[in-house]
Protein backbone atom coordinates (compact mmCIF):
# COMPACT_ATOMS: atom_id res chain seq x y z
CA UNK A 1 0.00 0.00 0.00
CA UNK A 2 0.70 3.41 0.00
CA UNK A 3 0.99 4.16 3.32
CA UNK A 4 2.35 2.11 7.21
CA UNK A 5 -0.67 0.10 7.35
CA UNK A 6 -1.62 -0.93 10.93
CA UNK A 7 -4.27 -3.43 11.95
CA UNK A 8 -7.28 -3.64 13.91
CA UNK A 9 -7.44 0.67 14.02
CA UNK A 10 -9.33 -0.53 17.70
CA UNK A 11 -9.28 -3.20 20.30
CA UNK A 12 -10.74 -4.07 23.33
CA UNK A 13 -9.88 -6.75 25.45
CA UNK A 14 -10.78 -8.15 29.31
CA UNK A 15 -7.87 -7.94 31.40
CA UNK A 16 -5.25 -10.94 31.60
CA UNK A 17 -5.91 -11.50 27.64
CA UNK A 18 -2.66 -11.57 25.06
CA UNK A 19 -3.11 -9.40 22.11
CA UNK A 20 -1.66 -9.19 18.95
CA UNK A 21 -1.18 -5.63 17.17
CA UNK A 22 0.03 -5.77 13.29
CA UNK A 23 1.88 -3.10 11.27
CA UNK A 24 2.24 -3.48 7.01
CA UNK A 25 5.63 -1.18 6.59
CA UNK A 26 5.77 0.91 3.43
CA UNK A 27 7.46 -1.28 0.66
CA UNK A 28 10.96 -0.82 0.49
CA UNK A 29 11.12 0.41 3.97
CA UNK A 30 13.93 -1.30 5.73
CA UNK A 31 13.43 0.30 8.72
CA UNK A 32 10.33 -0.07 11.51
CA UNK A 33 9.27 1.05 14.81
CA UNK A 34 6.68 0.57 17.53
CA UNK A 35 5.51 3.64 19.73
CA UNK A 36 2.81 3.78 22.90
CA UNK A 37 0.74 7.06 22.50
CA UNK A 38 -0.99 7.20 26.34
CA UNK A 39 -3.09 9.80 27.68
CA UNK A 40 -1.02 12.61 29.06
CA UNK A 41 2.38 10.87 28.53
CA UNK A 42 3.22 11.76 25.17
CA UNK A 43 4.82 9.47 22.47
CA UNK A 44 6.94 6.50 23.69
CA UNK A 45 9.94 4.18 21.28
CA UNK A 46 8.89 0.83 22.17
CA UNK A 47 11.20 -1.11 19.55
CA UNK A 48 13.08 -0.77 16.39
CA UNK A 49 13.70 -2.90 13.52
CA UNK A 50 16.61 -2.37 11.01
CA UNK A 51 17.07 -4.73 8.31
CA UNK A 52 18.26 -8.24 9.49
CA UNK A 53 19.89 -6.17 12.83
CA UNK A 54 19.23 -7.55 15.75
CA UNK A 55 16.22 -5.06 17.21
CA UNK A 56 16.41 -2.31 19.55
CA UNK A 57 14.43 -3.78 22.27
CA UNK A 58 15.54 -0.78 25.03
CA UNK A 59 12.15 0.68 25.26
CA UNK A 60 9.56 -2.22 25.76
CA UNK A 61 8.33 -1.56 29.29
CA UNK A 62 7.71 -4.94 30.80
CA UNK A 63 8.35 -8.74 29.43
CA UNK A 64 4.99 -9.22 28.71
CA UNK A 65 5.91 -6.90 25.33
CA UNK A 66 7.49 -8.87 22.34
CA UNK A 67 7.46 -8.09 18.90
CA UNK A 68 8.82 -9.71 15.67
CA UNK A 69 9.03 -8.76 12.19
CA UNK A 70 9.17 -11.85 9.83
CA UNK A 71 10.71 -11.83 6.25
CA UNK A 72 11.79 -8.00 7.12
CA UNK A 73 8.50 -6.65 6.46
CA UNK A 74 5.40 -7.33 8.66
CA UNK A 75 5.83 -6.65 12.35
CA UNK A 76 3.31 -8.09 15.04
CA UNK A 77 3.56 -6.17 18.40
CA UNK A 78 2.23 -8.78 21.42
CA UNK A 79 1.10 -7.93 24.49
CA UNK A 80 0.50 -10.97 27.16
CA UNK A 81 -1.99 -11.04 30.04
CA UNK A 82 -3.12 -6.91 29.26
CA UNK A 83 -3.55 -4.60 32.17
CA UNK A 84 -5.24 -1.71 32.55
CA UNK A 85 -1.98 0.53 32.10
CA UNK A 86 -1.17 -0.84 28.30
CA UNK A 87 -4.72 0.95 27.04
CA UNK A 88 -3.02 3.71 24.71
CA UNK A 89 -2.35 3.85 21.19
CA UNK A 90 0.11 1.92 19.38
CA UNK A 91 2.16 3.48 16.44
CA UNK A 92 3.92 1.49 14.09
CA UNK A 93 6.56 3.58 11.66
CA UNK A 94 8.90 2.88 8.81
CA UNK A 95 11.46 4.60 7.24
CA UNK A 96 14.00 3.87 4.18
CA UNK A 97 17.56 3.45 5.24
CA UNK A 98 19.25 6.33 3.63
CA UNK A 99 22.71 8.33 3.62
CA UNK A 100 22.44 11.79 5.73
CA UNK A 101 22.75 13.57 2.50
CA UNK A 102 19.67 11.94 1.45
CA UNK A 103 17.86 12.13 4.52
CA UNK A 104 15.73 9.71 5.95
CA UNK A 105 12.15 10.73 6.77
CA UNK A 106 9.73 8.06 9.35
CA UNK A 107 5.91 7.59 8.09
CA UNK A 108 3.61 6.62 11.04
CA UNK A 109 0.47 4.51 10.69
CA UNK A 110 -3.08 5.58 12.07
CA UNK A 111 -2.75 3.41 15.18
CA UNK A 112 -3.96 0.58 17.07
CA UNK A 113 -6.58 1.52 19.93
CA UNK A 114 -6.25 -0.88 22.74
CA UNK A 115 -8.66 -0.66 25.22
CA UNK A 116 -8.02 -3.15 28.78
CA UNK A 117 -11.78 -3.12 30.91
CA UNK B 1 19.75 11.03 28.21
CA UNK B 2 18.72 12.35 25.81
CA UNK B 3 14.96 14.50 26.14
CA UNK B 4 12.94 17.01 24.80
CA UNK B 5 10.71 19.39 26.61
CA UNK B 6 8.15 21.08 25.19
CA UNK B 7 5.12 23.94 26.70
CA UNK B 8 2.92 21.98 28.02
CA UNK B 9 -1.37 23.50 26.11
CA UNK B 10 -3.85 23.23 25.52
CA UNK B 11 -3.14 26.70 22.99
CA UNK B 12 -6.11 28.43 22.18
CA UNK B 13 -5.76 31.23 19.62
CA UNK B 14 -8.21 32.99 17.34
CA UNK B 15 -7.36 33.07 13.34
CA UNK B 16 -5.12 34.63 12.10
CA UNK B 17 -2.84 34.88 15.41
CA UNK B 18 0.96 34.44 15.74
CA UNK B 19 2.03 31.37 17.12
CA UNK B 20 4.37 30.01 19.07
CA UNK B 21 5.05 26.89 20.69
CA UNK B 22 8.50 26.46 22.09
CA UNK B 23 10.60 23.45 22.37
CA UNK B 24 14.03 22.97 24.15
CA UNK B 25 16.07 19.51 24.09
CA UNK B 26 18.90 17.51 25.44
CA UNK B 27 21.48 15.36 23.83
CA UNK B 28 24.58 13.86 24.13
CA UNK B 29 25.58 14.06 20.68
CA UNK B 30 24.63 16.25 17.37
CA UNK B 31 21.20 15.51 16.86
CA UNK B 32 18.58 16.09 14.06
CA UNK B 33 14.94 17.94 15.56
CA UNK B 34 11.84 17.40 14.03
CA UNK B 35 7.48 18.50 14.09
CA UNK B 36 5.17 16.44 13.88
CA UNK B 37 1.66 16.99 13.63
CA UNK B 38 -1.27 15.11 14.32
CA UNK B 39 -4.84 16.52 13.10
CA UNK B 40 -7.87 15.34 14.74
CA UNK B 41 -8.50 11.43 13.26
CA UNK B 42 -5.38 11.00 11.62
CA UNK B 43 -2.12 9.54 11.91
CA UNK B 44 1.28 11.37 12.76
CA UNK B 45 2.83 13.61 9.88
CA UNK B 46 6.41 15.35 9.86
CA UNK B 47 5.92 18.68 9.67
CA UNK B 48 9.07 19.97 9.61
CA UNK B 49 12.79 19.05 10.22
CA UNK B 50 16.37 20.07 10.58
CA UNK B 51 19.25 17.94 10.58
CA UNK B 52 22.06 20.71 11.95
CA UNK B 53 22.82 23.51 13.71
CA UNK B 54 21.13 26.92 12.28
CA UNK B 55 19.32 24.69 9.96
CA UNK B 56 15.78 26.20 9.20
CA UNK B 57 12.84 23.64 8.44
CA UNK B 58 9.55 24.94 7.03
CA UNK B 59 5.82 23.89 5.53
CA UNK B 60 2.95 25.17 5.31
CA UNK B 61 4.18 28.16 6.74
CA UNK B 62 5.59 27.14 10.10
CA UNK B 63 9.35 26.84 10.44
CA UNK B 64 11.48 26.49 13.29
CA UNK B 65 15.01 27.13 13.24
CA UNK B 66 17.67 24.40 15.01
CA UNK B 67 19.54 26.44 17.93
CA UNK B 68 22.11 24.90 19.08
CA UNK B 69 23.27 27.96 21.53
CA UNK B 70 20.17 27.57 23.21
CA UNK B 71 19.37 24.06 22.20
CA UNK B 72 15.98 25.12 21.27
CA UNK B 73 13.79 24.65 18.15
CA UNK B 74 10.69 26.66 18.39
CA UNK B 75 7.56 25.99 15.75
CA UNK B 76 6.39 29.55 15.27
CA UNK B 77 3.31 30.67 12.04
CA UNK B 78 2.46 34.04 11.24
CA UNK B 79 -1.08 33.73 10.85
CA UNK B 80 -3.13 30.73 11.92
CA UNK B 81 -6.26 29.13 10.32
CA UNK B 82 -8.89 26.53 11.69
CA UNK B 83 -7.65 24.10 9.98
CA UNK B 84 -4.07 24.25 12.05
CA UNK B 85 -5.67 22.40 15.35
CA UNK B 86 -4.01 20.05 16.27
CA UNK B 87 -1.09 17.95 18.32
CA UNK B 88 2.01 19.22 17.86
CA UNK B 89 4.92 16.95 19.09
CA UNK B 90 8.38 18.00 18.82
CA UNK B 91 11.17 15.50 18.33
CA UNK B 92 14.95 14.44 18.88
CA UNK B 93 16.73 11.69 16.48
CA UNK B 94 20.52 11.38 16.86
CA UNK B 95 20.62 8.71 13.77
CA UNK B 96 20.69 10.83 10.85
CA UNK B 97 24.18 12.69 11.65
CA UNK B 98 25.84 9.19 12.25
CA UNK B 99 25.56 8.24 8.63
CA UNK B 100 22.68 5.56 9.02
CA UNK B 101 19.06 5.25 9.56
CA UNK B 102 17.15 7.69 11.60
CA UNK B 103 17.25 5.68 14.42
CA UNK B 104 14.55 6.25 17.03
CA UNK B 105 12.66 9.15 17.78
CA UNK B 106 12.18 11.02 21.51
CA UNK B 107 9.38 12.81 21.36
CA UNK B 108 8.11 15.71 23.56
CA UNK B 109 4.33 15.12 25.08
CA UNK B 110 2.92 17.32 22.68
CA UNK B 111 1.08 20.50 22.37
CA UNK B 112 -2.85 20.58 21.79
CA UNK B 113 -3.22 24.07 19.31
CA UNK B 114 -7.24 24.77 18.79
CA UNK B 115 -7.54 27.39 16.92
CA UNK B 116 -11.11 29.47 16.64
CA UNK B 117 -12.57 31.41 14.22
Known amino acids: GAGVSQSPSNKVTEKGKDVELRCDPI?????LYWYRQSLGQGLEFLIY????????KSGLPSDRFSAERTGGSVSTLTIQRTQQEDSAVYLC???????????????FGEGSWLTVV | GNSVTQMEGPVTLSEEAFLTINCTYT??????LFWYVQYPGEGLQLLLK?????DKGSNKGFEATYRKETTSFHLEKGSVQVSDSAVYFC????????????????FGKGTKLSVKP
Open chain 1, 93 to 107: ASSMRQGELAGNTIY
Open chain 1, 27 to 31: SGHTA
Open chain 1, 49 to 56: FQGNSAPD
Open chain 2, 27 to 32: ATGYPS
Open chain 2, 50 to 54: ATKAD
Open chain 2, 91 to 106: ALSEGVNYGGSQGNLI
